[in-house]
């Protein structure tokens, strides 16, 4: 499927999706960061035609980050109508919930509950708008390495780019015409108060991890594997303990 076909097929998947609800949903609601996957996803909501509200949920957010955060939702409200923006400051927010978690703090724990505050502020705004939560989440990172925050950035209602690769992703956007800002951007999650991207943290582009997730012989492979595994928990169902009959 080329590409704008698939922009179209996203699009009518997601009011497709909205149409066949037993209580028809009246909003999408999503979160945008400045990155690629976000300004995708932010846009074929608003292509839908749906009220769409776009939530910039800084937390001790690099300026870089914020700033294409906040060009992208200006970007939306100037092209679609039905675009509404909104900047919710987390700061406040996160440092009570780190100063009263005192005795209990961790690194990895504390980015992760960035990720926690913005999922809750999604479904706030999302049952005072009878909307829904959409996801930006990527094939990569939700089904290849699981690199997303459990409860977090996975805690959605819909994935309408879930079954696009990375590079699928960069294709969408410049057929979008997204901000080229964006686009050349390195992908971060924006987790880390030190700005560090995704290649970083996972040590592979995303291009290798592609090749990767689709080679069995791939010189990537078993790194890609490692990583896998470590974040299993996350893909798989819930273990649930089953009681004999």
Not at 33 to 61: E, F, H, R, W, Y
Request: with cysteine; hydrophobic share 35%; aromatic share 6%.
């Amino acid at each position: 499927m080329n590409t704008k076909n698939k922009v179209n097929f996203i699009k009518d998947w997601i009011q497709d999706y909205v149409d066949k609800m037993p209580m028809k949903a009246q909003s999408l609601v999503i979160g945008i960061s400045g990155g690629i996957d976000s300004s995708v996803s932010s846009t074929l909501c608003a292509l839908t035609g749906m009220k769409t509200i776009v939530l910039s949920m800084p937390i001790n957010q690099k300026n870089e980050q914020h700033d294409l955060s906040l060009k992208h939702q200006r970007w939306l409200k100037n092209n679609f109508n039905n675009v509404e923006g909104h900047t919710i400051e987390l700061d406040n927010l996160f440092g009570a919930f780190k100063n009263s978690l005192s005795k209990f703090d961790n690194e990895h724990g504390m980015a992760n509950t960035r990720a926690r505050l913005r999922m809750t502020t999604l479904y706030q705004v999302a049952a005072a708008n009878k909307g829904i939560v959409v996801g930006t989440g990527n094939k990569v990172e939700d089904f290849g390495v699981g690199f997303y925050t459990k409860y977090g950035d996975g805690g959605v209602d819909i994935s309408p780019i879930a079954d696009c690769n990375k590079t699928d992703v960069w294709e969408l956007g410049k057929e979008l015409k997204i901000l080229k800002e964006i686009i050349d951007a390195p992908p971060t999650d924006g987790l880390w108060d030190d700005g560090r991207t995704d290649e970083g943290q996972l040590g592979l582009s995303y291009k290798e991890l592609e090749e990767a997730m689709n080679n069995e012989n791939s010189p990537n492979r078993q790194k890609y594997l490692k990583i896998r595994e470590a974040n299993l928990h996350k893909m798989d169902p819930i273990p649930v303990c089953k009681i004999p009959n």
